[in-house]
């Protein structure tokens, strides 16, 4: 019986692009569903209101949200919808996700992450495990991103660098700010060996794309020129160029319909018209982004999936990940310095780009046992204006400030200096307390039951960031820069969001299989970020759109490879 | 949140229930805010950002305007604007209880002294927090949002803003919504 579509994709973001380009491109037809409107480069501008303090790119959270859950200080979780706390939830929806928005830090996952429970053993109170495939299985992966995504940077040798197909970067790294080369020589002097950061973001025209316009407003702002690396201007382009895929923007997938068999026989979705519809396919891939994902997974039970697709195992939802670690800045005052520096300091666009690797993995001297620690970047406070000066208006003990104390404070930070910030990753480590359900009783405009997530944390991860922060503070010290503070936060990001699908051997204790297909549901993949069972101490996107292609290749196996044209 | 939170440690025995309003006619008003309320929130934002020579203030921005304007967005947080709508009945029932006389009434002396109290208090404090907050909007955000006119406030923190600017079609409110 013919189908309407070989493949049919749930998303359109990191997991998304790259299985709809395969596929599209290897002569299948392929649809991407996407819930929010398809925005291009000529709809995006550096409007700091409406990029960044209305909800442009996300739902209105009346329409649509979470329920996040958090311990209160008796360790009783307290429920909260995000409509009523305001902490938005959502990420981006538009075609390509919110890769349109990332700022496109691409880091590799390195050896070490893909065997955590066998190199560095168990984590008490938490479900570390190893990882189904090797870094090799995904280095070629990873090599594939650099080149059709465009990832921009410099290879330098340094204690943990992860092994490479390439000597370099198919893209010398983009401009950099001249304090690159100032925390280059600090680093040094402190023994440790800065980085280049790579970048998802174009040098110069190249793959159909323009050039980064460096206009200092990166992270949190859609691309007009189609330098960064979404996966809309990136790969969803080209693969609707093929003529096999269409994109249906403003289509929200509501339920994955199985038969008897436990297969997959339609998806059914809300169209941009808000009428129910239907379609069909030979292979469906869902990229959600990994709430989301189990959120549909959840909701779609089937007579051989009671309690939701492909979740017999009950691991659809858990073992959610974040991101850990902190961050911290200091001030680099004018003042002092001559009118070359000053001049150097206040260049704007370019990029700070600078990373520390050199806890990546590390010898405790407390324990001396190997643990995993993470990566430190280094970057200016973001260029938006209204809340760098909304930043001013607390003093250091956090009591609010106005009048001309307020005006001159705002004033002294535009003008006297630069902030220099950090961030540090680190392992999340998975927890049984971070999970997604379904809530019992909150639902969308469509009445749909919304994620439930909990949102509970391994206090370990919170000691690695008092652990890494330091030492960021050292080489922000070092540059001279004064009013050095850091925070370390359980709070999660929620953009940077992975598992609750983890793949691995058995069906017992994983969702999916190492192909990232479910095992109950041969027709049936997740390609975005839910597949990790563990995180790494990177930002997950690089390593989403690796393993996206990654699947790819295999669903393009399953459906007979190649077509001839 | 209610009016005792917002005044709690001051005494409540003399609040009268509605203070005197300003006289009906020429004083503006805008969308959402009535006469009084326009001009007292615009005597409180001059307060919290004051005009100087050289460095714009609330009065230089149209920051009430701005702010009548964030206050009639019908995707505006509800609890949000009535939160800020209220606090102007609260804030006048303290001037009127500590100095007989409504806010717009008072001195900038016994104004900061109001403004001060119920800075102390959790739910002055984030009151006084929003509107310095939506005033920075109106100080830096686009022009084409009606604040910022000719971009002194960028101009005055000698504060590039990104490109490409925003257009009438992309502006919030009119690219179409997710």
Same mark, same amino acid.
């Given at each position: ?393 607390? !003093? &250091? $003990?956090?009591?609010?400030? =106005? /009048?001309? @104390? ?5 004033? +002294? *930070? ?24 379904? !809530? &019992? $009783?909150?639902?969308?405009? =469509? /009445?749909? @039951? ?5 949102? +509970? *944390? ?34 999660? @990001? ?5 598992? +609750? ?65 | ?178």
């Amino acid at each position: 019986m013919s189908k309407d579509f070989d493949v049919c994709v749930i998303g359109s973001g990191a997991g998304g692009g790259p299985v709809a380009l395969t596929l599209a491109e290897a002569g299948y037809s392929v649809v991407v569903l996407e819930k929010g409107p398809w925005l291009r480069e000529a709809d995006f501008c550096k409007d700091e209101i409406a990029a960044c303090r209305r909800s442009t790119y996300t739902p209105n959270l009346r329409d649509e949200r979470h329920v996040l859950e958090q311990q209160d200080d008796d360790g009783a979780w307290q429920a909260e919808s995000t409509l009523q706390s305001g902490w938005d939830f959502w990420n981006g929806n538009m075609v390509g996700g919110a890769t349109n928005l990332m700022s496109g830090f691409f880091h590799r996952m390195k050896p070490v992450d893909f065997r955590l429970r066998s190199e560095l053993g168990p984590v008490e109170g938490g479900n570390v495990v190893d990882w189904p495939i090797e870094y090799a299985d995904l280095e070629p992966y990873y090599d594939r991103v650099e080149r059709r995504l465009g990832v921009s940077g410099r290879v330098v040798a340094h204690p943990q660098q992860e092994p490479r197909s390439s000597p370099d970067f198919p893209f010398p790294p983009t401009a950099e700010h001249p304090v690159s080369a100032r925390i280059d020589r600090a680093c040094r002097e402190l023994g440790y060996h800065p980085l280049p950061v790579p970048r998802a973001i174009l040098p110069f025209p190249a793959l159909g794309r323009l050039g980064c316009a460096y206009t200092d407003y990166c992270g949190s702002y859609g691309c007009s020129t189609g330098a960064k690396g979404s996966s809309r201007a990136a790969l969803l382009d080209q693969a609707v160029r093929t003529g096999r895929c269409t994109v249906r923007p403003r289509s929200m997938a509501t339920r994955l319909a199985s038969d008897q068999q436990g297969r997959v026989e339609a998806l059914e979705y809300l169209g941009d018209d808000g009428r129910r519809r239907r379609l069909d396919a030979r292979v469906y891939v869902v990229a959600c982004q990994a709430i989301e994902t189990a959120r549909l997974l959840l909701m779609s039970p089937g007579p051989r999936h009671p309690r939701g697709l492909a979740n017999g195992s009950g691991q659809v939802g858990r073992n959610l990940l974040f991101s850990s670690g902190g961050a911290g800045g200091g001030d680099l005052r004018y003042a002092g310095l001559d009118p070359v520096e000053v001049a150097g300091l206040k260049t704007r666009g370019v990029f700070v780009n600078r990373a520390l690797q050199d806890w990546y993995l590390f010898t405790d001297p407390r324990t001396g046992a190997r643990t995993k620690g993470g990566t430190i970047e280094f970057l200016f406070r973001h260029s938006n204006a209204i809340a760098q000066a909304d930043a001013q208006k607390r !003093d &250091p $003990e956090g009591n609010l400030i =106005w /009048g001309k @104390p307020l005006k001159d404070r705002i004033k +002294g *930070y535009f003008t006297e200096g630069r902030h220099l910030r950090f961030e540090v990753f680190s392992d999340w480590t998975p927890v049984d307390d971070c999970h997604v359900t379904l !809530d &019992p $009783e909150e639902r969308d405009r =469509w /009445g749909l @039951p919304v994620a439930r997530v909990r949102l +509970g *944390y391994h206090p370990r991860d919170l000691e690695l960031g008092r652990r890494l922060a330091p030492r960021a503070a050292e080489v922000l010290e070092r540059l001279g820069a004064v009013n050095v503070a850091w925070g370390v936060s359980p709070a999660p @990001p929620q953009n940077l969001v992975a598992g +609750g699908c983890r793949f691995g051997r058995d069906p017992a204790t994983s969702v999916l299989d190492p192909h990232c297909r479910a095992h109950e549901a041969d027709n049936l993949y997740v390609s975005d970020g839910s597949f990790m069972p563990t995180g790494g101490s990177v930002p997950y996107t690089w390593t989403i759109y690796a393993n996206a292609f990654r699947v790819a290749d295999r669903i393009l196996a399953d459906l007979g490879g190649v077509r001839a044209a | 949140m209610n009016r005792r939170d917002f005044l709690r440690g001051t005494s409540l025995a003399a609040l009268s229930a509605a203070a005197p309003r300003a006289g009906t006619g020429t004083e503006p008003r805008g969308q959402v805010l009535d006469a009084h309320g326009w001009q007292t929130l615009a005597l409180v934002q001059d307060h919290l950002l004051p005009s100087e020579p050289g460095a714009p203030g609330s009065s230089d921005i149209d920051a009430i305007g701005y702010l009548d304007r964030v206050l009639a967005d019908p995707d505006m947080d509800p609890e949000t604007k009535t939160f800020v709508l209220q606090g102007v009945g609260w804030l006048d029932d303290l001037a009127m209880e500590q100095a007989g006389r409504p806010f717009a009434e008072l001195d900038p002396g016994p104004r900061e002294d109001l403004l001060r109290g119920i800075g102390e208090r959790p739910a002055g404090e984030r009151w006084l927090s929003i509107l310095i907050g939506y005033t920075l909007e109106a100080l830096l955000g686009d022009p084409l949002y009606g604040g910022n006119p000719g971009g002194i406030g960028w101009a005055w923190l000698e504060h590039d803003p990104g490109r490409p600017r925003p257009t009438p079609e992309t502006l919030y409110g009119r690219l179409g919504k997710v």
